[in-house]
Each structure stands twice: as structure tokens, then as C-alpha cells.
């Protein structure tokens, strides 16, 4: 059965409009996204041990042994970790690794309540932990790191008669 939208079969509508037609080449359904594997693959490894997990050593074997029983028709480029930073922690480390998370990546927005570029910084952070493991790639965690550090320098050289303030 197609997907639509809005009741047009959204395939032909974004393929054949001419205003579409230069830009994009292929266009992917949401049962086609493989990404859907990959939240599917951990859900299942977060219901087989929920408390312990599987550990982050063995998480990619236990997921590729997952995608060999439910989707062997995918290459093994095709053959993603789970597809968020709580589906993958709680995979790795069962659900009190996921609220141990949780808490670590919240505990930042309350350094500083009062300044809304840091606020903010983190909300958008969080919004994109929420579809991308981006804290399991060196460059996401550089360019978190990079920018709530420049972050926190800025907000120390500042205020320098503050509390929390590392050149005080």
C-alpha cells in the first residue's frame, strides 16, 4: 500500500512535479527508511534485557545478529546501531543506563537557566540525540564539546566574580 499525504500518493507527487523534478532523485517512504530498522533493531534488544542491556562491547554483535534473523536482505553498510542516543543506551546498558543518560544530559541546562543561548544550545542538542547517535561519532562529540566549552568560557570571562567561575 503507498503512504500518503494528505491523501496524494507522495512518490509520484515529489518525483514527477516539475518543480521537484531537478532536485531530488529518489525519495524514500518511511517503511523504506532504514533507519526504521535500526529503531526497531533496538527496541528489540532493550525488551531482551532490559535491566543489564547487552553492553556496549557486544552491541553490535547482538545487532547484526538481530538483522540477520529480521532484515537479511539489508547490506551491511545498511545495518545501523539503533537511531537515538536513548535507544542506544538503553540498548547497551538496559534502561538505568538510559535514565543515567537521561540525567547527564540534562543536568547541563541547569548550569545556567538564565541565558538562553545556552539553553538553547541544549535544547537543539537534545532534539537531535533524539534521531541521531551523534555522541558516538568523534565529531559530534568534539563539536558538543567545543561548543558548551567556548560556552562556558565565554559565561566565566563574563561574569568573573560568579561562583562557578574557573578563573576566579
Known amino acids: 500500500m503507498a503512504e ?4 496524494v500518493n507522495s512518490r509520484p507527487a515529489l518525483t514527477n512535479a516539475p518543480e521537484y523534478r531537478e532536485r531530488i532523485r ?26 543489564t542491556g547487552t553492553g556496549f562491547g557486544d552491541l553490535s554483535k547482538e545487532t547484526s545478529e538481530w538483522y540477520a534473523v529480521q532484515a537479511p536482505w539489508l547490506k551491511d553498510y545498511e545495518r545501523l546501531l539503533p537511531s537515538n542516543e536513548w535507544l542506544l543506551h538503553a540498548a547497551a546498558s538496559g534502561l538505568p543506563g538510559a535514565v543515567a543518560f537521561t540525567v547527564a544530559v540534562m543536568l547541563p541546562l541547569f548550569r545556567n ?4 543561548m545556552w539553553v ?15 555522541l558516538e ?10 561548543v558548551a566549552s567556548w560556552m562556558v568560557a565565554q559565561d566565566d570571562r ?10 576566579a
Do not use: C, M
Not at 34 to 47: C, P, R, S
Not at 120 to 134: K, S
Open 26 to 51: 529518489k525519495v524514500w517512504l518511511w517503511s523504506e527508511w532504514i533507519g526504521a530498522w535500526a529503531a526497531d533493531a533496538g527496541i528489540d534488544l532493550v525488551a531482551r534485557q532490559p535491566v
Open 137 to 146: 561519532t568523534q565529531y559530534g562529540v568534539l563539536l558538543y564539546v567545543f
Open 120 to 134: 538553547g544550545f541544549h535544547v537543539v542538542a537534545l532534539v537531535g540525540f533524539l534521531y541521531e547517535i551523534g
Open 4 to 7: 500518503t499525504w494528505e491523501g
Open 113 to 116: 537557566r538564565k541565558s538562553l
Open 158 to 167: 563574563l561574569t568573573p566574580g560568579d561562583a562557578h567561575a574557573w578563573n
